[in-house]
């Protein structure tokens, strides 16, 4: 059973940084995309990046220079490393699974981030 569990969320302020975690569990597919995707209130759920089984990554040209997706592969976490955050960056940050060339089947249940002004 796949389980990805998010922590690392908080209130920071404008201009701080946050790094998110996905821990993995379960994983079943050798050709896979991991990616981070995030929802705020009263909007539809946006694509933040994604990192490959290669190591390919792929960024929201919203957060193109300010984050960084990365992984380790022998503790099964993925990152989202959150560098000049801004008010806009505020939302329920989520990691998802799936077979690479194919829709993301496993999502985990979030952590939020709030950034003040």
């Known amino acids: 059973q796949v389980r990805l569990i998010e922590s690392g969320g908080g209130l920071v302020q404008a201009g701080a940084s946050l790094r998110l975690s996905c821990v993995a569990s379960?994983?079943?597919?050798?050709?896979?995309?991991m990616a981070w995707f995030r929802q705020a209130p009263g909007k539809e759920r946006q694509f933040v990046g994604s990192?490959?089984?290669?190591?390919?990554?792929n960024y929201a040209d919203s957060v193109k220079g300010r984050f960084t997706i990365s992984r380790d592969n022998a503790k099964n976490t993925v990152y989202l490393q959150m560098n000049n955050l801004r008010p806009e960056d505020t939302a329920l940050y989520s990691c998802?699974?799936?077979?690479?060339?194919?829709?993301?089947?496993?999502w985990g249940q979030g952590t939020q981030v709030t950034v003040s002004s």
């Open positions: 998802a699974y799936g077979d690479y060339g194919r829709g993301y089947a496993y």
């Open positions: 379960g994983l079943t597919y050798s050709q896979y995309r």
């Open positions: 990192i490959t089984w290669s190591g390919s990554t």
